[in-house]
């Protein structure tokens, strides 16, 4: 969590899941699934698209598994670090 917050992605708290929700909205994207494809291509960081938790069309969460490997999360923060230069808001 102190890796997201030091890059400035909004997220949500998990109470005993191993899972964070991200709050995508400040790039723009109408579709969740569009953005997942752009993080994973250009970034590097696989991610699900929220939407496909809720049964309301929520379009500006993705879902990031953290049950891994502690290096694994290091080298995926160390990616994310460059989302915003990676990824323009639209």
Known sequence: MDG???IGLGHTFPQGAYYILLDIGEFGY???LEFCE???RDVGVGAVP???FFREPVNHLIRLHFAKKDET???????LE????KIPKR
């Open 73 to 79: 999360l290091y080298e995926s923060l160390n990616r």
């Open 4 to 6: 997201l917050d030091r």
């Open 38 to 40: 752009t993080l994973a």
């Open 30 to 32: 109408d579709s969740d």
């Open 50 to 52: 929220g939407s496909s």
């Open 82 to 85: 460059s989302i915003y230069k």
